[in-house]
């Protein structure tokens, strides 16, 4: 079966930096983009960035562009998204997601991880 899992999330302090890891099993991981999402409390799932199959394609939220960078390693099944600068307002569940197609829309994505939280203390 499909699986997504996240790792890599935690508490830090605004300005520091963060790695988070989606390590993918069960599909063809070199012949999906994949993407990552966000919810912070009370707010809707957002987009934060998504990396075509080879990773030579890359898109990011207006609100992380500059500060997060996401990449992939085929031989190793893995999205990764380095945040760095984190501000207070990036605090939220951190979701890892395999799109059809290459995308920034939820509805398009049909495999999720289960999350991991990233906190930002001001």
């Known amino acids: 079966q499909v699986q997504l899992v996240e790792s890599g999330g935690g508490l830090v302090q605004a300005g520091d930096s963060l790695r988070l890891s989606c390590a993918v099993s069960g599909l063809t991981f070199s012949g999906r983009a994949m993407g990552w999402f966000r919810q912070a409390p009370g707010k809707e799932r957002e987009f934060v960035s998504v990396?075509?199959?080879?990773?030579?394609?890359?898109y990011y939220a207006d609100s992380v562009k500059g500060r997060f960078t996401i990449s992939r390693d085929n031989a190793k099944n893995t999205v990764h998204l380095q945040m760095d600068n984190l501000k207070p307002e990036d605090a939220a569940i951190y979701y890892c997601?395999?799109?059809?197609?290459?995308?920034?829309?939820?509805?398009?994505?049909?495999?999720w991880g289960q999350g991991t939280q990233v906190t930002v203390s001001s």
């Open positions: 997601a395999s799109p059809r197609t290459y995308s920034a829309k939820a509805r398009d994505y049909d495999y």
């Open positions: 990396i075509s199959r080879s990773g030579g394609i890359t």
